[in-house]
């Protein structure tokens, strides 16, 4: 089955400073990439997504990238604010349409 | 639109007690459910995917018999965790997905905190 590896496991950023997170995936066949974030206590909400057929995507401060030779897929946020600070999965499905979710990353944002 | 809702949102019962979960869609079809348990501070975990009107299949490790799910319409699917033991403590989430362009994405409920003392 799919494997998703996410690194890294915490992340401490400066108000303002750029966060990425990074995503590997092991099947091939997998095809789409949605990006969650969850609050404590709340459910996962979707962030951006990305498609393996393009390479990269961006909405505001918030960009995906694919690399579909290599497996990788990142998070990219920029300008961040303390509001941002949450835990992000990266996760991706293939034809079954069932999602493998990264471990998380912790993400903090100091003011 | 694509509002999922879960109910209850917690729930505390005795060790033996069967406890049912609600999951609906309340302003799409939804073809398909899944199930996933979250543990403190660890990822989701899928336990098992439902269609409408068929059997949930149910990803490895995970008891069918111990966690039963019904997905009897296109909104509401339950997960009933029977016998609960100290150890099914945990986070249980829902999702559903649709028809249409954007079938692959998935949409949240909020969640079931189960405490089985």
């Known amino acids: 089955g799919e494997n998703v590896e996410q690194h890294p496991s915490t992340l401490s950023v400066q108000e303002g400073d750029s966060a990425v997170i990074k995503c590997t995936y092991s099947?091939?066949?997998?095809?789409?990439f949605p990006w969650y974030k969850q609050e404590l206590g709340k459910r996962p909400q979707l962030i951006i997504d990305?498609?393996?057929?393009?390479g990269e995507k961006k909405d505001q401060r918030i960009a995906v990238t694919l690399n579909k030779t290599a497996k990788h897929f990142s998070l990219h946020i920029t300008e961040t604010q303390p509001e941002d600070s949450a835990v992000y999965f990266c996760?991706?499905?293939?034809?079954?349409?069932?999602?493998?979710f990264g471990s998380g990353t912790q993400l903090t944002v100091l003011p | 639109g694509a509002v999922v809702s879960q109910h209850p949102s917690r729930v505390i019962c005795k060790s033996g007690t069967s406890v049912k979960i609600e999951c609906r869609s309340l302003?799409?079809?939804?073809?398909?459910m899944f199930w996933y348990r979250q543990f403190p501070k660890q990822s989701l975990m899928l336990m098992a995917t439902?269609?409408?009107?068929?059997?949930?299949?149910?990803e490895q490790g995970v008891e069918k018999d111990k966690f039963l799910i019904n997905h009897a319409s296109l909104t509401l699917s339950t997960l009933t965790v029977t016998s609960a033991h100290p150890e099914d403590s945990s986070f249980y989430i829902c999702?559903?997905?649709?028809?249409?362009?954007?079938?692959?994405?998935?949409?949240f409920g909020p969640g079931t905190r189960l405490l089985v003392l």
């Open positions: 999702s559903a997905s649709r028809r249409g362009p954007r079938q692959e994405t998935q949409y």
């Open positions: 099947d091939s066949a997998s095809n789409y």
């Open positions: 990305i498609r393996s057929n393009v």
């Open positions: 996760s991706s499905s293939g034809s079954a349409r069932q999602l493998t």
């Open positions: 302003d799409f079809q939804a073809t398909t």
């Open positions: 439902s269609n409408e009107g068929s059997k949930a299949t149910y």
